[in-house]
């Protein structure tokens, strides 16, 4: 995992505000780029998305946060160049809209 989604998820789940380069965390969500990658709701649950940028960074922040929540054999992966969620033995294609994750 890179120092940048270390650094930023922990900060997520402290409920802190971090920038590091063009990751984000205001204590609630996560940005990559302006864009919302993972969201906490009202109810307390967690949400992830591609906010349609499968990219690799992309997958590398999610992968963190996934991590975070405590799910690390769980992840997002391209296969093919299409989009999974699961772990590599159980996985389901993902369109990269938003998910609840916990």
């Known amino acids: 995992m890179r120092v940048v989604t270390r650094k930023i ?12 380069g063009n990751t984000r965390t205001d204590g609630r969500n996560i ?17 992830i998305s591609t906010s349609g940028w ?12 996934l991590n975070a929540v ?6 997002v992966f391209n296969r093919k160049g299409d989009l999974y969620f699961g772990t590599h033995g159980q996985h389901v294609p993902w369109d ?7």
């Open 96 to 102: 990269g809209e938003w998910m609840t994750i916990i």
């Open 70 to 75: 405590g799910l690390p054999y769980t992840g």
């Open 54 to 65: 499968n990219t690799l960074t992309t997958r590398e922040r999610l992968n963190g946060i």
């Open 9 to 20: 998820t922990a900060a997520w789940r402290q409920g802190k505000w971090l920038t590091l």
């Open 31 to 47: 940005y990559l780029h302006g864009n919302c990658i993972a969201r906490t709701t009202q109810d307390g649950q967690v949400q």
